[in-house]
């Protein structure tokens, strides 16, 4: 246990698990007009298919750092994760999900070639993966698998989808600041990754048939019908 932050932290041989607080702001909005949750539904992914993995793996590649040197101590992961989850702009966003929950993360083995999220409730970082944007990667990954369970939403996203890609973005912009959010939201362009709301087919065909109606109109006007 330790007296620093609000988080209950227990070591254990191979994994710390991390027991978050509740804070005053996990009912907060996103912002004055739209709670988090109304904007969240009204982002969807197309399907199950996870086909927007190597893109968003190929739009991030650049914020990762390139030499082990740059890479966080397994302790330095541990308070970064403690930092951003108990950072009051992120409570007042997705402090619903993670207030009074835990959270543990595995201290991995070298031979374990890649960081990952399995479910709501487990990181596993191996060292070569220690660093802030993959931290923030594997974070939305438990952010979008628990908002399935907290929001109800009927439905679940994609792995990397829209949800996943849009909420990766923010935290980027917000933890690792305006250049990197600028990198990151260039390889979502330069890659084809879609993070923004998908117009509903409905409204695209309204807009196409009124034009219609509009022509169909001016066209009997010109002509005295
Ligand atoms: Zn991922």
Redesign the pocket.
Known sequence: MRETSKTAIEKNNKSVVMHFAKSKYDNCKWNKNTSTWSMLKKRYDNGQRDSQ?QK??DAEYSLIPCSPKDNLSFDELINKIDEVVNDTWFRKKFGRLFSDTALKVENASSRQNMA??FGTDLLSFPPHFCNIPIIL??L??IIVDRLHFVVNMNKSYT??GRM?AFIYLELVKKFMGERSYTILKTGYKNFNVKYRNRIPQTSAKKKILRERINKYNIYNHENNI
Do not use: N, P, V
């Open positions: 993995m968003l793996y990952y999220a990667h594997e939305t990954h792995t990397h996943f």
